[in-house]
């Protein structure tokens, strides 16, 4: 059954047989299969020239799988790979899609994901004072996200080498009075480090 053959070209993809998932996937005629058949070759499709680095193939059809699937699962899981494709092919391309996977899955642990995606895609082109944006909106979800630290990092990073001292001292001691961002002891350390250096720099040692 095509069922069957899908769960097949599936267990191939798992095996990391990627170009044999394609030639399973191949074997299987697309327009007869039916709407969650589709979602589920498409899905394969996509991530087996994802892990190929066959970009421009990957993005189309996991980008197709995140509009077709009904599983809002499945819906998620190939939106989040096909904007990770996009932002590593286009770059700034990716932002409309991060929006758009941000309002549908809203709540969700993967939004914290594709924000510092977008933030970092902004920081790596210096537009220093949108992907500060992007990292505040990190720290302003409703549950802190693993990407919550560095994201609260990254902004007084970038005030501390354009010697904004003061607002550096506001985001680091913010960041450790949220213990929920920074709840891992790495995080804390680097933030109780970077402020006491700040502080002197301050002219404030005892601080």
């Known amino acids: 059954t095509f069922s069957r053959l899908i769960a ?3 267990e191939i993809l798992d095996a990391h047989l990627n170009e044999t998932a394609l030639k399973a996937l191949d074997q299987i005629p697309f327009k007869r299969l039916e709407g969650e058949q589709k979602c589920q070759w498409l899905f394969i499709h996509g991530m087996a020239h994802r892990k190929l680095h066959h970009y421009g193939d990957a993005e189309k059809s996991l980008m197709k799988a995140a509009k077709l699937c009904q ?3 499945m819906r998620r899981r190939a939106a989040f790979v096909g904007i990770k494709v996009i932002s590593i092919r286009s770059g700034l391309r990716a932002i409309d899609p991060i929006e ?3 309002r549908e899955f809203a709540g969700h642990s993967m939004v914290d994901d594709v924000l510092f995606w977008a933030g970092d895609l902004y920081q790596r082109r210096d537009r220093e004072s949108e992907a500060i944006g992007y990292y505040q909106r990190i720290q302003q979800l409703p549950t802190a996200g693993d990407h919550c630290a560095e994201a609260s990092w990254r902004q007084a990073w970038m005030a501390f080498r354009a010697d904004r001292l003061e607002e550096t001292r506001k985001v680091l001691d913010a ?3 949220h213990s929920e961002c920074t709840k891992k002891a790495a995080d804390r350390a680097r933030a109780l480090y970077w402020l006491g250096r700040v502080e002197a720099a301050l002219g404030r040692s005892e601080q």
């Open 175 to 177: 960041s450790i009075r």
């Open 71 to 73: 599983d809002p699962s």
């Open 8 to 10: 097949r070209a599936q």
């Open 100 to 102: 758009a996977f941000a």
